[in-house]
């Protein structure tokens, strides 16, 4: 039985402002949910059906202090983001140094760093943090106009992928004025991505879905970059063209 408070407060959740009050964040599912289980991050609670419940064996919940809540299906519908509820739902802790804009430059020094100037589709943010976690990308950066990571839409789109990827929400200006790593920049002008030479890891940059990378970032960029075309579409969806950038430079290691 769920009650009215706690009905009102994990609907609440599906708006950023109260997910940034609260530091809380739903993930839905049973796939997303075992994922979440399996992970180092902080969960509060989770809302369960009994057929979910009885088939938990891969954590137990009272170990971890788990407040565990037996709902039926209806009731799940009531506090679910999505048309057709999966049986579980849980709510975990935003990890503190996304809450905190916490960063260290060391985290991206001599490393793959995938780095995000306003993007602000749910399901592409979503597609490049698995497409960070399929390369071995530990940490993405988004800028402070980008679509929050925690948003609901994007977790259920990582499937998984944002438990293990270190997602940061930082002025990303800031970041490439302290940093001084190399930044290869995907720009339509920039040059043949097969072709270039790639001397040390740094930040794959990739721009808004319309307007690409902006003024103020592009004078960071040390390596414009372009997938070339040989066909007549005129641009690339921005997950599908991080996946090529991602590729050929795991290739070239």
């Known amino acids: 039985m769920i009650s009215k408070s706690q009905i009102s407060f994990v609907k609440s959740l599906h708006n950023k402002k109260y997910r ?9 599912g049973v796939k997303m949910v075992n994922e979440l289980l399996a992970s180092s991050f902080i969960i509060q609670s989770i809302f369960t059906t009994e057929n979910y419940l009885k088939n938990l064996t891969n954590i137990n919940p009272k170990a971890k202090k788990i407040d565990v809540n037996l709902v039926t299906e209806p009731e799940l519908q009531k506090i679910s983001t999505l048309q057709t509820p999966n049986e579980v739902i849980a709510l975990a802790q935003i990890p503190f140094d996304f809450r905190k804009n916490h960063f260290d430059i060391a985290q991206i ?9 306003d993007v602000q589709d749910p399901g592409n943010l979503g597609t490049i943090i698995r497409i960070a976690d399929w390369f071995g990308i530990k940490t993405l950066i988004t800028s402070l106009n980008s679509v929050e990571a925690y ?14 990827v270190e997602v940061l929400r ?3 200006e800031q970041i490439l004025q302290a940093a001084k790593v190399p930044v290869y920049g995907a ?20 721009g808004n879905e319309s307007k690409g990378i902006s003024d103020r970032i592009r004078k960071y960029i040390t390596a414009p970059l372009s997938i ?3 066909g007549q579409a005129e641009s690339l969806n921005v997950g599908i063209a991080t996946a ?8 070239r290691q």
């Open 170 to 172: 930082i002025d990303i």
């Open 109 to 117: 020094k001599d490393k793959w760093t995938i780095m995000l100037d």
């Open 20 to 28: 940034e009050e609260h530091g809380l964040f739903i993930v839905e």
């Open 228 to 230: 070339p075309s040989f």
């Open 187 to 206: 720009l339509l002008e920039g040059d043949n991505l097969y072709k270039a030479e790639f001397s040390k890891p740094g930040v794959i940059l990739m």
């Open 151 to 164: 948003n609901p839409k994007v977790v259920q789109s990582t499937m998984g992928s944002i438990f293990r």
């Open 244 to 251: 090529i950038f991602c590729s050929e430079m795991r290739r």
